[in-house]
């Protein structure tokens, strides 16, 4: 398994959570990076990512000022701190690799884990 997301669960709307990644390190060292997310019935979409160079990174305009993205090459994780939540930021959140550096789009990433269930509900 060459990534492996954690963290989802069920949240009330205004709550924080953090999605964290593990991932190998050819996987972190190879480009761009991110968080995808797909709720029901809705197609899977982009939501936070950032190349291999620093400081460039990519936010959806639906979760600028709320999510962060980070890296922590010591331990081999990328996470994915949410603030704010509201109820449609619900859906199975998925970490991502790409082979190179490339614009945060579900087209381009090569590597997926398994999917972590974000909740946001009263």
């Known amino acids: 398994v060459q990534l492996q997301a954690s963290g989802g669960g069920l949240v009330q709307p205004g709550g924080s959570l953090t999605l964290s990644c593990t991932a190998s390190?050819?996987?972190?060292?190879?480009?761009?990076i991110g968080w995808f997310r797909q709720a029901p019935g809705k197609e899977r979409e982009a939501v936070s990512c950032?190349?291999?160079?620093?400081?460039?990174?990519y936010n959806a305009d639906s979760v600028k000022g709320r999510f962060t993205i980070s890296r922590s090459s010591a331990n081999n994780t990328f996470s994915l701190q949410m603030n704010n939540l509201k109820p449609e930021d619900t859906a199975v959140y998925y970490c991502?690799?790409?082979?190179?550096?490339?614009?945060?789009?579900?087209?381009?990433?090569?590597?997926w884990g398994e999917g972590t269930l974000v909740t946001v509900s009263s």
């Open positions: 950032t190349a291999r160079s620093p400081g460039r990174t």
């Open positions: 390190r050819a996987i972190l060292d190879r480009g761009t």
């Open positions: 991502a690799g790409a082979a190179a550096n490339h614009y945060c789009s579900a087209r381009y990433m090569s590597y």
